[in-house]
């Protein structure tokens, strides 16, 4: 059986999508100034993608939203609740995560992955948080891997429990941090499939990538970074077909 082709996310099986609204978001690490009064708009079960050069500050924006690092000035906006506001579980459970290297428990089993996190952040029964692990293991084709351990997963496979642990808190949005940057070109295909699903059923997502093909497919919003500003966002289209400056045509050649 090919799980690639049998995975998929039941639109049924989401949570209500929340949106997401940055303004002015400004971060500094001591002298530096990394993000200088970022804007970004993500309505409700839309994707927005963010391309951009290396170091232009695109993880820390991911990273402010669930707070792994905590913003210099601005705001940020859950489905209208400022997120400076919220506990960390609140948040944890409402936004979800999925790192370019997995971020899995190497000593715990995949099922344990999915539950321990599950348990102490929604405070539901052992058994409770079992079937709803093994529903999302499901849902990205490893339902029969639930007690083996990460390391004898391929990456592609790793990064599918990753996103099946994310799913597991059944958040209001998904960010994705080069979530297919660290694995080997051959895997990369599946991992995106399962992600372009995702948006089609109706996930709210930030997508931080250079896979420019899944820009272009799955995303509604383009946003181009570079050294700490949005320099354009857009539709697909308008991203990769008419770009305005001269920063992204150079960008584009590169990646392109
Ligand atoms: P990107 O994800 O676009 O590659 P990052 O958001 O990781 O960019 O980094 C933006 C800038 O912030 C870079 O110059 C990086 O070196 C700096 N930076 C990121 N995290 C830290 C940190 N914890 N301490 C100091 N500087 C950091
Ligand atoms: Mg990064």
Redesign the pocket.
Known sequence: MNALTTAAVRADSLPAAGSLQIRGLTKN?GD?Q?LHGIDLDVPAGSTTCII?P???????VLRCVNRLEESSGGTILLDGADVSQLNDDVLRRRVGMVFQHFNLFPHRTVIDNITLPLRRVRRISKDAARQIALARLDEVGLAEKADVRPSSLSGGQKQRVAIARALSMSPEVMLFDEATSALDPELVKGVLALMKGLAEAGMTMVV?THEMGFAREAADNVVF?DRGVVVESGSPEDIFDRPRTQRLRTFLEQVL
Do not use: D
């Not at 290396?54 to 820390?60: D, F, I």
């Open positions: 690490f530096a990394v951009g290396s170091g232009s500050g695109k993880s820390t931080v970074m």
